[in-house]
């Protein structure tokens, strides 16, 4: 079988071509609804060799062909890795042209892997390179003239890792702050006891790490949300303080300030916080980094609604409810629910880092405003599900106990992104029905599939897919 697909960037070709060479690409182009992990970025083009990791310990290993390579115009990727290599027969050529709109990007690829697959993966694939580079047309006016030195805590999460793809496909330095083993381009760090020259020649520090927060809420579970937040943020933000060149701090935050239920009040940056643990938790958070602000450093506290992903987090637990025909809303699916795309949610922290106008608290939701039968209904149209079997309260309980229930699934908020409407800013994915379909797979491509067919010989065993 083979697919060629085309698609205009809105960039010059020797920009779409750069974005390619540099680190982070490669994880912004995986699909998060396919069993293909990242794991080795090829270091070269023309002869380099990319690693995605599959399911059962299995590897994709492509090597990159330098027989059809053509700087800036042409690089192919060929499967080399038994078995899989035999399964898949895998060839990729990208080819870059200039067109009157930017760059003229298309996708040729043989292989014997079903067609429905690759339509999915390469209308992904479209959707993230477009979209990145239009989000990068809206901030080039806050670009500086040399590229920015950014250190990272929290890399390996969801959110780390996507934000530092972007940051690095953006022409940025990422430096990782690990907790030991530090390669090259990391950095040990001790979140109780930070070394003094941790943040050496760092223009800005973003701060994600911490217990997850998603769990039963034991009293061992809640001790460790508290301490793996309060005092290594205070510890960060106190080395932010004193540095000489560090200027920005851009901090993990959540929408559980607000307190687990404030009925149809509408929850901007300016509200009062909430009553329970999360707004305890939290409002102790953002005060940790007051050291910092008050020093004259720029400190950004970024409030996350739940984050919408296929890789990670809520989504995955639902798929798997709605897949096995159990999906439903939480009771009457009345109750308010602020969430965010991951894409979103790094465009937030990437405008964050470039933007000196935002400091302070910021709302990162959806501005479309979502209950959960919002979700419920999208969820059932994108997994083709069923949806009429409601959740009830004692369900999450069971999970997450009495109040980890109140305080997370069953959370009742209708929060708003207030500063980031006041600043104009531009959702990529708005509403739910958009956010799912790209982190679930069903996008449609950008034309049409110019060829899609298999082999003849294959048509003849009934193997076309």
């Not at 002869?47 to 990791?53: K, L, P, V």
Request: hydrophobic share 40%.
């Amino acid at each position: 079988m083979s697919l060629t697909t085309s698609h205009v960037v809105p960039a010059p070709r020797e920009r779409v071509w750069e974005w390619h060479t540099r680190p982070g690409a490669l994880v912004r182009l995986a699909p998060p609804f396919l069993p293909m992990t990242p794991m080795k970025q090829a270091d070269k083009l023309s002869d380099g060799t990319t690693i995605f990791g599959l399911p059962a310990g299995l590897k994709w290993v492509s090597r990159h062909d330098l027989s059809n390579y053509r700087r800036g115009h042409r690089f192919t990727d060929v499967c080399t890795s038994a078995p899989v290599k035999t399964l898949a027969n895998w060839r990729h050529v990208h080819e870059f042209a200039d067109h009157p709109d930017g760059t003229l990007v298309t996708d040729t690829v043989t292989t014997r892997l079903p067609a429905a697959a690759m339509t999915s993966f390469f209308a992904y694939r479209q959707q993230q390179l477009i979209n990145d580079f239009r989000f990068l047309e809206r901030i080039c006016h806050l670009q500086p003239e040399q590229p920015l030195r950014i250190a990272l805590t929290g890399s390996r999460g969801l959110v780390g890792r996507a934000v530092m793809a972007q940051l690095g496909t953006a022409g940025h330095e990422v430096i990782q702050l690990v907790r030991r083993n530090a390669k090259p381009y990391q950095r040990v760090w001790d979140p109780f006891h930070p070394a003094p020259d941790l943040l050496d020649g760092v223009d800005v520090l973003i701060h994600l790490a911490g217990e997850p927060i998603f769990g039963r809420f034991s009293e061992s579970h809640k001790q460790a949300i508290r301490d793996s937040r309060i005092t290594p943020t205070h510890r960060l933000a106190r080395l932010v303080a004193d540095s000489p060149t560090v200027h920005t701090m851009i901090a993990a935050s959540a929408v559980g300030i607000y307190g687990a239920d404030r009925g149809d009040e509408v929850l901007t940056e300016t509200s009062e916080r909430g009553e329970g643990f999360l707004a305890d938790v939290v409002a102790e958070w953002e005060a940790a980094t007051v050291v910092a602000a008050e020093a004259g450093k720029r400190v950004l506290n970024v409030r996350f609604g739940s984050i919408m992903s296929g890789i990670s987090g809520m989504l995955p637990v639902l798929k798997a409810l709605f897949s096995t025909g159990l999906g439903g809303s939480f009771g009457d699916g009345n109750i308010w629910f602020p969430w965010v795309s991951l894409d979103d949610a790094t465009d937030i922290l990437t405008r964050g880092v470039l933007d000196p106008t935002w400091s302070g608290p910021v709302n990162a939701v959806s501005p479309v405003e979502s209950r959960n039968r919002d979700l419920t209904a999208a969820l059932s149209s994108q997994l083709r599900r069923p949806a009429f079997i409601p959740i009830p309260s004692i369900g999450p309980a069971i999970i997450l106990g009495r109040q980890g229930a109140q305080e997370l699934a069953l959370a009742n908020q209708r929060v708003a992104p207030q500063m980031l409407i006041d600043a104009d800013h531009t959702f990529r994915y708005p509403t739910l029905d958009a956010a799912l379909a790209h982190e679930l797979g069903g996008e449609d491509l950008f034309d049409k599939v110019r060829e899609l067919e298999a082999p003849e010989e294959e048509k003849q065993l009934g193997l076309d897919g």
